[in-house]
């Protein structure tokens, strides 16, 4: 709760009392901490991904295999007569 009271005092004077060169600096520093933040979010929800049960990951690859094999079939041509196997 300190921590909180804190930032929302710094954000105040940031807003209302800062000259502009100070304005500029913590415009950069709230950009590098936005960017750690997302950061940090994208790594922990990487390892959330990672604790799903191992059928999750069988079915996602027969998804995509199935979905290669129907799109090479839509891709064939109609076989004509001149290039039919003649017995």
Known sequence: M?????SLLILLYY????PA???NTMGVILL???LALLLVLAVLSFM?????????FVV???VAVSYWSLRD???LKPLTKSK????
């Open 2 to 6: 300190v921590y909180l009271i804190i």
């Open 15 to 18: 807003f209302f009392l800062a």
């Open 21 to 23: 060169t100070i304005k």
């Open 32 to 34: 590098v901490g936005l």
């Open 48 to 56: 959330t991904f990672l604790e799903l049960p191992a059928e999750v």
């Open 60 to 62: 996602l690859g027969m």
């Open 73 to 75: 079939v839509w891709r």
């Open 84 to 87: 039919s196997v003649k017995r």
